[in-house]
C-alpha cells in the first residue's frame, strides 16, 4: 500500500501543532498560577510573548533570510498592522488573564466558541452571510458550551468573562486580517505576520 506523502506530513505538522499548542497552555497556567512558578502578571507575559516572537521573526526574515518581507508602506501599517495588531494582543492578554482564575481544562471547553465568535464578527464585518444551517450549528455548539459551563465545579464568572471576551477579540483579529490585509492585496505567511504584527503588539 502506497503512502501519501503530504498526507503524512500534514498529519505529522497537525499532530506537532497540537502538541505545542498544549505546551503552550499549561507552561502559561504553570507560570501564571501563584502555587507554582507565582507571576501572576498576565500583561507582562503577553509583552514577552510578543517580544520573543517578534525578535524570532526578525531574525529569520533579515538575517537568515528565510522568507522576503512583502512591501510595507506606512498608510497599511497604521491602517491594518495597527488595529489587527491590537486586537491580537488583547486576545493575548484576556487569554492569559483568565489563568488566574479558572481552570485549563474549562479555558479548553470555552475555546470551542471560536467558530460562534468568529461566524458572528464576520456577519457583523459583513464578510459572510447569516444563513440558517450554520446559524443553528452554531446554536448547539454555544448550547454544548453553556452546559459544560454549567457543570464546572470551580465556575467562576471573572475568568469566564476573560476568556470569552479574549475569544472574541481573536475572532475580531481574524476578520479584520481578512478585510483589511486582503483588501490591500497583501498576503503574510506565519513568518511575515509575526514580524510586523508582534513587535506593535509588544507595545
Not at 91 to 111: D, P, R
Request: net charge positive; proline share 3%; aromatic share 12%.
Amino acid at each position: 500500500m502506497l503512502i501519501n506523502k503530504s498526507l503524512v506530513l500534514t498529519y505529522l505538522y497537525l499532530l506537532i501543532y497540537i502538541s505545542l499548542s498544549s505546551g503552550v497552555i499549561l507552561y502559561n497556567k504553570w507560570v501564571l498560577s501563584t502555587k507554582h512558578f507565582n507571576f501572576p502578571f498576565p500583561i507582562t507575559l503577553t509583552m514577552i510573548h510578543m517580544g520573543f516572537s517578534g525578535a524570532v521573526a526578525f531574525i529569520l526574515v533579515r538575517v537568515l533570510k528565510v522568507v522576503a518581507p512583502v512591501k510595507m508602506t506606512f498608510e497599511i501599517y497604521a491602517t491594518c498592522v495597527v488595529p489587527i495588531s491590537a486586537f491580537f494582543a488583547s486576545s493575548l492578554w484576556f487569554g492569559n488573564t483568565a489563568y488566574l482564575h479558572i481552570s485549563v481544562a474549562f479555558i479548553q471547553m470555552l475555546k470551542a466558541l471560536m467558530p460562534v465568535a468568529t461566524f458572528v464578527m464576520a456577519v457583523i464585518c459583513g464578510t459572510d452571510k447569516l444563513r440558517c444551517d450554520l446559524f443553528l450549528n452554531m446554536l448547539v455548539v454555544s448550547i454544548g458550551v453553556a452546559v459544560s459551563s454549567y457543570g464546572e465545579i470551580h465556575f467562576n464568572i471573572v475568568g469566564t468573562v476573560y476568556q470569552v471576551t479574549g475569544i472574541f477579540a481573536e475572532a475580531l483579529r481574524l476578520v479584520l486580517t481578512q478585510v483589511l490585509l486582503q483588501k490591500k492585496g497583501l498576503s503574510l505567511n506565519p513568518i511575515t505576520s509575526l514580524y510586523y504584527i508582534a513587535p506593535c503588539s509588544h507595545c
